[in-house]
């Protein structure tokens, strides 16, 4: 099972809203990550956990708060965004965290549209 | 700065052609190579990924190495409407115990005409 699920498919918010982005992999990787991708660009990394420890953040604003309850789920809380911040939100899995074996799989992801 | 680039496209070939994406990379000491796919509006897909120089094969599809040449290739034999997508190059920069960070091209637009 190469599955990455991710809640919800879609999201509107206001700038003064605070909602939370789920992610959940069973397919016992130890690492995951986060990515935002505007349209027709590459998307960009935001945060790695491994092992449950964030390991990597890309400079992102504190208005994105990533957590990782447990090896399986990753979670980003929003909060006081800005219509910029409108993108589509990719969750990814790998084994580890880097070398070999550190094949990335993606979620479906969030669409976010920030009013 | 670390980069990787791709000709943006569109890359146009006829259904049954065989389909040749490129991709240069710019940091000697990358390890690994993955090409996704992305259909419009949807999330990549891991198609391929190599690590050592030479071929490797799966299906349809042909990933390429070079390190002394610092290029990645895709190649798509017998090319279908449905491959029509962004290709997305990435490469891990890093080895070994690190932090595993993809950075990516900016993709390929295939088209593939019936």
């Known amino acids: 099972d190469t599955e990455v699920t991710q809640t919800p498919k879609h999201l509107v918010m206001g700038m003064t809203n605070k909602k939370s982005l789920k992610c959940e992999q069973h397919?016992?990787?130890?690492?995951m990550y986060w990515y935002k991708q505007k349209a027709k660009k590459p998307p960009e990394l935001m945060f790695v956990?491994?092992?449950?420890?964030?390991?990597i953040n890309e400079s992102v604003p504190s208005r994105f708060s990533p957590e990782c309850p447990n090896s399986s789920l990753l979670n980003l809380h929003l909060h006081a965004l800005q219509p910029e911040d409108s993108a589509l939100y990719l969750c990814?899995?790998?084994?580890?965290?880097?070398?070999?074996?550190?094949?990335?799989?993606f979620g479906p992801g969030t669409r976010l549209t920030v009013l | 700065q670390k980069e990787v680039e791709q000709n943006s496209g569109p890359l146009s070939v006829p259904e049954g052609a065989i389909a040749s994406l490129n991709c240069t990379y710019s940091?000697?000491?990358?390890?690994?190579f993955f090409w996704y796919r992305q259909y419009s509006g949807k999330s990549p897909e891991l198609i391929m990924f190599?690590?050592?120089?030479g071929d490797k094969e799966d299906g349809r599809f042909t990933a390429q190495l070079n390190k002394a040449s610092q290029y990645v290739s895709l190649l798509i034999r017998d090319s279908q409407p449905s491959d029509s997508a962004t290709y997305l190059c990435?490469?891990?920069?890093?080895?070994?115990?690190?932090?595993?960070?993809?950075?990516f091209g900016k993709g390929t637009k295939l088209s593939v005409k019936p």
């Open positions: 990814a899995s790998s084994q580890e965290g880097g070398g070999w074996g550190n094949e990335q799989f």
């Open positions: 397919m016992g990787h130890r690492a």
């Open positions: 956990y491994s092992y449950e420890k964030l390991s």
């Open positions: 940091d000697r000491g990358s390890q690994s």
């Open positions: 190599i690590y050592s120089n």
């Open positions: 990435a490469v891990n920069p890093n080895y070994g115990g690190s932090q595993g960070n993809l950075i």
